[in-house]
């Protein structure tokens, strides 16, 4: 079965500085997807970033960017010029790439990400 | 602009109680779920449906049932609410058959206090 794990329960940054979420996964599939999901404090999770398996580059989204390590099997989330929105439960997740309407989304535990001013 | 509607955002029940969460998206989405938060466990599946009457079983289905009738409402059911049951409740729609996507876009969440 396929698992994540994120190994941060809480971090912490300074305005403007930058930070890296880490993310790991057990897979034997080869063909998947990855994900980082956002909660702010009492809001919806939205969508931050996501990564196809069979594509080597990095995705990136303004100040977002994953450095995806297939072999490694890791999927770490960096955060750029952090800013006090930033503030947030980070999830990673993961998904399985074939298999239709049925495949599901597993969630990592969460990193609470907490930005100083 | 909201998309993914949970009727209640905050609920305090009885145990033994019945309850109803509700969740409406407008997006057309074939795909809806139910999922559990939990501190240091992050979400767990409860149920999915990907079509009108059509469910299946998540990862944490018991104690649980689910209803859609209709494309846009999926509900979730407490047949009779327990104490371990106090918790974040999250909805979560998304396309099908679209290769790569299963985005999901989640509703606002139901947090369930059972007293």
């Known amino acids: 079965a396929q698992t994540v794990t994120q190994s941060q329960p809480e971090m912490s940054v300074q305005e403007a500085e930058t930070v890296t979420l880490s993310c790991t996964y057990d897979?034997?599939?080869?063909?998947?997807?990855l994900f980082w999901y956002k909660q702010p404090p009492s809001r919806q999770m939205i969508l931050v970033i996501r990564q196809e398996a069979y594509k080597q580059q990095n995705a990136t989204e303004n100040r977002f960017s994953v450095n995806f390590q297939k072999a490694a099997k890791s999927f770490s989330l960096k955060i750029s010029d952090s800013q006090l929105g930033d503030a947030a439960m980070y999830f990673c997740?993961?998904?399985?790439?074939?298999?239709?309407?049925?495949?599901?989304?597993?969630f990592g535990t969460g990193t609470l990400l907490a930005v100083q001013p | 602009d909201v998309k993914v509607t949970q009727s209640s955002r905050y609920l305090v029940k009885r145990t033994g109680e019945k309850v109803f969460l509700e969740c409406v998206q407008d997006?057309?989405?074939?795909?809806m779920f139910w999922y559990r938060q939990d501190p240091g466990l992050g979400l767990r599946l409860i149920y999915f449906s990907y079509d009108v009457k059509m469910k299946e079983k998540g990862d944490i289905p018991e104690g649980y049932s689910v209803s859609r009738e209709k494309k846009e409402r999926f509900s979730l059911i407490l047949e009779s609410a327990s104490t371990n049951q106090t918790s974040m409740y999250l909805c979560?729609?998304?396309?099908?058959?679209?290769?790569?996507?299963?985005?999901?876009?989640f509703g606002a969440g139901s947090r369930l206090t059972v007293l």
């Open positions: 997006m057309d989405h074939e795909n």
């Open positions: 979560a729609s998304s396309l099908w058959g679209v290769p790569g996507a299963n985005v999901l876009t």
């Open positions: 897979t034997s599939e080869s063909d998947y997807y």
């Open positions: 997740a993961y998904r399985r790439g074939y298999g239709g309407a049925t495949n599901k989304l597993i």
